[in-house]
Every structure is written in structure tokens, then in C-alpha cells.
């Protein structure tokens, strides 16, 4: 099953909306934790207090 893009998530099955976030995983994933995507400059509300 694709992912695609063009259609809003709230539009989907559970298991295509699943199918949808397991691929975007396996794609990021390895890219964030070889250092090959990197995400320190985005601005993420994770409800922690930063720490300096």
C-alpha cells in the first residue's frame, strides 16, 4: 500500500494511515540516526523543559 501525500490522513483507514507511518519511519529513521538528516535547528514543542 503507498502513502501518498496528497491525501489528508484523517481521509484513510487505520490500517492504511498505519501502512503510512511505518514507511515514513523506515525512512527517516536511519537518516536521523546515521547523522544524515538533521534535526537540531527545528523548532519541536515536546512539553520538556530544555535543558542548557
Known amino acids: 500500500m503507498e ?3 496528497a ?3 484523517w481521509e484513510m483507514s487505520v490500517q ?3 501502512n503510512c507511518l ?3 519511519r523506515d ?4 537518516k536521523l540516526i546515521s547523522g544524515q ?3 537540531e ?3 519541536i514543542e515536546t512539553g ?3 535543558v542548557a
Open 3 to 5: 502513502c501518498l501525500p
Open 7 to 9: 491525501q489528508p490522513i
Open 16 to 18: 492504511k494511515k498505519n
Open 22 to 24: 511505518r514507511t515514513t
Open 27 to 30: 525512512l527517516l529513521l536511519p
Open 37 to 39: 538528516l538533521d534535526v
Open 41 to 43: 535547528e527545528l523548532d
Open 48 to 50: 520538556e523543559p530544555l
